[in-house]
C-alpha cells in the first residue's frame, strides 16, 4: 500500500468555502511533511514546509491565511484552502521525509472550485 | 539558491529504443539529486537518487543516471524503453546537508513511446 496517503482523492467545492486535504504518513513518523501545488500540465512549486508541533515555513507568495496547514501529529498533516476560488483549483501534493533524505510523496488531491 | 532546468518537454521514443532525458541544475552547494515519475493523476515515485558516492546511479524499471559534476548534469537513462515506461519525468534537487530537504523540481518532461 501507499507509504504517505492523501485525502481526498478528488473533491469539488463551491467558491468561497473551505476544504481539508489531509496528508498521513502511513507507517513511519514524518517530522517534516512537504505541500505542493501542482497546475496542468507544469511542475510542483512547494507551498511549504510543515513541521510536526511548530508552525508551517511558507514559501514566498504563498499566502498564509489561505492555505492554513497543521501539523498536529508525526503522522498527519492538514492543509485548508480557506475562502476557496476557483484559481485555488489545482493538483495538490503532499510528500514527508521518513528520515535523512528519503522522501515519500502522497497521490495527490485534485481540487475543484466551482 | 538552487534550479533544474530540464530540456525537451517533450520525448518521444519507440518501443525498444533508448530513452534519455536531460536534466542540468544549479546549485551552490554539492547537491543532492532526484528523478521522479508521475503517471497520469496520480502522485510521485522516486526512480533514484544521487546524494554521494558513486556518480552512476541506477534504479527503478532499469534506469539509470549519471551524476556530472563539471557539466552540472543528471541525465536520466533507459537502453530500451517499455510501453510501460510512458509517464512525466521530474528531475529535483536539494541541497546537501540542508535541514529541511526541499526539493526544486524541474518542470517535466513527458516521454511518450510509440509501438
Known amino acids: 500500500g501507499a507509504v504517505v496517503s492523501q485525502h481526498p482523492s478528488w473533491v469539488i467545492c463551491k467558491s468561497g468555502t473551505s476544504v481539508k486535504i489531509e496528508c498521513r504518513s502511513l507507517?513511519?513518523?514524518?517530522?517534516?511533511m512537504f505541500w505542493y501545488r501542482q497546475f496542468p500540465k507544469q511542475s510542483l512549486m512547494l507551498m511549504a514546509t510543515s513541521n510536526e508541533g511548530s508552525k508551517a515555513t511558507y514559501e514566498q507568495g504563498v499566502e498564509k491565511d489561505k492555505f492554513l496547514i497543521n501539523h498536529a501529529s508525526l503522522t498527519l498533516s492538514t492543509l485548508t484552502v480557506t475562502s476557496a476560488h476557483p484559481e485555488d483549483s489545482s493538483f495538490y501534493i503532499c510528500?514527508?521525509?521518513?528520515?535523512?533524505?528519503?522522501?515519500?510523496f502522497g497521490e495527490g488531491s485534485w481540487l475543484t472550485v466551482v | 539558491a538552487q534550479s533544474v532546468t530540464q530540456l525537451g518537454s517533450h520525448v518521444s521514443v519507440s518501443e525498444g529504443a533508448l530513452v534519455l532525458l536531460r536534466c542540468n541544475y544549479s546549485?551552490?552547494?554539492?547537491?543532492?539529486l532526484f528523478w521522479y515519475v508521475q503517471y497520469p493523476n496520480q502522485g510521485l515515485q522516486l526512480l533514484l537518487k544521487?546524494?554521494?558516492?558513486?556518480?552512476l546511479v541506477k534504479g527503478i524499471n532499469g534506469f539509470e543516471a549519471e551524476f556530472k559534476k563539471s557539466e552540472t548534469s543528471f541525465h536520466l537513462t533507459k537502453p530500451s524503453a517499455h510501453m510501460s515506461d510512458a509517464a512525466e519525468y521530474f528531475c529535483?534537487?536539494?541541497?546537501?546537508?540542508?535541514?529541511?530537504?526541499?526539493?526544486?523540481f524541474g518542470k517535466g518532461t513527458l516521454l511518450t513511446v510509440n509501438p
Open positions: 529535483a534537487v536539494s541541497e546537501s546537508g540542508g535541514s529541511n530537504y526541499k526539493l526544486t
Open positions: 510528500s514527508a521525509r521518513q528520515g535523512g533524505d528519503t522522501i515519500y
Open positions: 507507517d513511519f513518523q514524518a517530522t517534516t
Open positions: 544521487y546524494t554521494t558516492g558513486a556518480t
Open positions: 546549485s551552490s552547494v554539492p547537491p543532492y
